[in-house]
């Protein structure tokens, strides 16, 4: 794969459905995109804050508070609360590369591999049950987005009203 190959936005579930894979190109330099995983400031501004220390076993409060994330016209779905933390476990760290956690009986693992100026960002998210399959793959989706706008330097989107469009198009796939 180079730098040139694109990635398909939507993530892709394994047959059996319990794992999903979503890519995204990124812009670099790596160290930039690897403290938008690991530092908690960065993080809460795309995904979830939490202090993590980098290494394997260490524990990890991951806490979103997606309204942060959201323009002042875009109302939290009721469904959803203000703020959600969730107790994880970092499960493998190689710096620069893999950043893996758990995740309820599942596991994310986040790995970066440098190409140029690029960064090819692999999210692998395993342990997902039918229930939580559209939200885990909608809520990726929307994050990452988040993400590569925030990489990129442009306006992210909306998170509620991009997660509610996505559940959407991902519900009708």
């Not at 959600?84 to 596991?107: I, Y």
Request: proline residues 7%; aromatic residues 8%; without cysteine.
């Amino acid at each position: 794969m180079n730098d040139q190959t694109p990635t398909e936005d939507f993530a892709a579930l394994n047959p059996a459905g319990d794992t999903l894979v979503i890519q995204r190109w990124l812009p670099g330099p790596l160290p930039r995109l690897w403290a938008f995983l690991t530092d908690s400031d960065k993080r809460a501004r795309w995904l979830a804050a939490g202090e993590m220390e980098l290494r394997p076993g260490a524990p990890l409060t991951l806490t979103w508070r997606n309204d942060d994330l959201s323009a002042k016209d875009d109302p939290r779905p009721a469904d959803f609360g203000e703020e959600h933390s969730m107790q994880s476990q970092v499960t493998a760290v190689e710096p620069m590369r893999l950043l893996a956690f758990s995740w309820g009986a599942g596991e994310v693992r986040i790995e970066l591999a440098e190409r140029n100026d690029r960064v090819l960002l692999t999210l692998t998210h395993t342990g997902i049950t039918d229930a939580m399959r559209l939200s885990v793959s909608a809520g990726w989706h929307s994050h990452l987005d988040i993400l590569r706008a925030l990489a990129e330097g442009v306006e992210p989107p909306s998170i509620w009203r991009h997660y509610t469009r996505l559940r959407d198009l991902y519900a009708a796939r």
